[in-house]
């Protein structure tokens, strides 16, 4: 079901009701208070993941994102450290995203005339999340991963496909008949070949003191954690965890600048404003880096609000409840399914003063500095929370920085692009062009 179905029901039926899908029983939480009490306040009761039939054949309830217990302990805490050394903190990953980012303005120097944004930033961020799990970039022409990424793009999209869902309703039953899911399987089946073919060759020349990236590390971990089955470090193990870093990094961080280059064709004066600051704090003879965050307020308020009205991944991830508790007084038995509304979170007229606006000063106090707010949860809360945050804030700022210190970007003569998006797994821009001048 899609999320704006689901805000309708919750303005008729309050910001905790039950579902039925299939035989199974479904909670949807909305607005923040409600999601609040749920991730945060109930800390350890809603940690789990259901087993949702469409993504159970492809995720097999291991690695990091569909894993439950000991398996998603184990493997949260190793990912989690690897993206700290990696990344957050570290100059490495920086100067990797920096590096993206000459490339991705090279691509957009070579486009005449107007096109339309989607491949050269999902093969950009793409690489970003590439340099981490394998090492390494790809070429933006480079067919064999593109054909990945297209294919990832597809599986993406048919995950909100009602038809696709039906998988849900009655997997036993279209398990043999033809239909989207059969494309959304074969299409991941190509994809973990791709992923094996890189441990495969990791594995040829992997030295243990020497660590490349995720999967040399991974690598070692499952040599530590011999004596240790449980945690599931083994192959397959690998082969979801990178596919969960992929899956989960790209499309999404690509949807929300897609989303936000959006924004700076429908708004110019807004983007104006940003270039203002670009120009004033970091100027055009060197490129933009992380410390420059905190001295652009006006364009971390911008990318702030980009996040927000995009509504990027609405519904979360779905949970399942630890143990028995009530949530908003209502009693929830353990292993009960649940959403949470992160579209209303985001849009929830509590906590914003206009919430269906694209408006900055949401996240500017009255001096003009940056304020943070509560309610801006898209990347979940609690221990569930995105494990990408800090890498996906990272190369959103860089990205977007980097893009409008160098050029303009405007509507295409005669075209009016939508704001109205469309449902996929994400929730993402209908496709559009854009043309872009050099500054
Ligand atoms: C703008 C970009 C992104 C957005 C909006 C986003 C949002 C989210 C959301 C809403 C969840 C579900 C949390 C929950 O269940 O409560 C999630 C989970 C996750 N994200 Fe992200 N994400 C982004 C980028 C990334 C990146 C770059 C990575 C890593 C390379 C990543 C890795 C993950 C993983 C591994 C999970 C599962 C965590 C778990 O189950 O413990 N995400 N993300």
């Not at 905790?16 to 035989?23: A, D, K, M, P």
């Not at 009602?162 to 089946?189: D, W």
């Not at 590390?217 to 965890?241: C, H, T």
């Not at 959103?396 to 449902?423: A, N, R, Y």
Request: aromatic residues 12%; proline residues 5%.
């Amino acid at each position: 079901m899609d999320f704006r179905t689901l805000n309708k029901l919750a303005e008729v039926y309050g910001n905790i009701f039950s579902l039925r899908v299939g035989s199974e029983k479904m909670i949807v939480v909305s607005g923040y208070k409600a999601v609040k009490e749920a991730l945060i306040t109930q800390i350890d009761s809603f940690v789990e993941r259901p087993i949702v039939p469409l993504f159970h054949k492809v995720y097999e309830g291991i690695g990091l994102a569909a894993s439950n217990g000991y398996v998603w302990r184990t493997h949260r805490k190793f990912a989690g450290f690897h993206l700290r050394m990696f990344g957050e903190g570290k100059k490495s990953l920086e100067h990797n995203i920096q590096q993206e980012t000459v490339y991705l303005c090279d691509a957009l120097k070579a486009e005449n005339g107007p096109f339309n944004p989607m491949t050269i930033l999902t093969g950009a961020v793409s690489n970003t999340v590439a340099c981490l799990v394998f090492g390494q970039r790809f070429e933006y022409h480079d067919e064999y991963y593109q054909r990945i990424l297209r294919l990832d793009n597809e599986c993406i999209k048919l995950m909100g496909s009602p038809r696709a869902q039906l998988y849900n309703v009655c997997p036993r039953l279209l398990e043999y008949l033809p239909g989207p899911h059969q494309t959304f399987f074969s299409n991941y089946k190509i994809i973990k070949d791709f992923l094996r073919g890189e441990i495969s060759k990791h594995k040829e020349d992997w030295d243990s003191s020497n660590p490349r990236d995720f999967i040399d590390n991974y690598l070692s971990e499952m040599e530590k954690k011999k004596s240790d089955p449980e945690a599931g470090f083994n192959i397959e193990g690998l082969v979801i965890s990178c596919l969960d870093m992929i899956e989960a990094g790209t499309e999404t961080t690509a949807t929300t600048l897609r989303w936000g280059l959006l924004f700076m064709i429908k708004y110019p004066e807004i983007q104006k404003k940003v270039q203002e600051e670009i120009d004033r704090a970091i100027g055009q003879s060197r490129q933009p880096c992380l410390a420059d965050r905190v001295i652009m307020p006006y364009t971390d308020a911008v990318i702030h609000e980009v996040q927000r009205l995009g509504d990027v991944v609405p519904l979360g991830l779905p949970k399942k409840s630890a143990k028995d508790t009530t949530l908003g007084g209502y009693f929830i038995p353990k292993g009960t399914a649940v959403l949470t509304n992160l579209s209303l979170v985001m849009h929830d007229p509590n906590e914003w003063e206009t919430p269906d606006t694209f408006n900055p000063g949401h996240f500017l106090d009255e001096n003009g500095q940056f304020r943070k707010r509560e309610a801006f949860l898209p990347f979940s809360a609690g221990k569930r929370a995105c494990l990408g945050e800090q890498l996906a804030r990272q190369v959103i700022f860089l990205f977007f920085t980097s893009l409008l210190q160098q050029f303009t970007v405007s509507k295409c003569p005669g075209e009016e692009p939508s704001l109205e998006g469309e449902i996929w797994f994400t929730y993402a821009p209908a496709p559009y062009r854009l043309c872009v001048s050099t500054r």
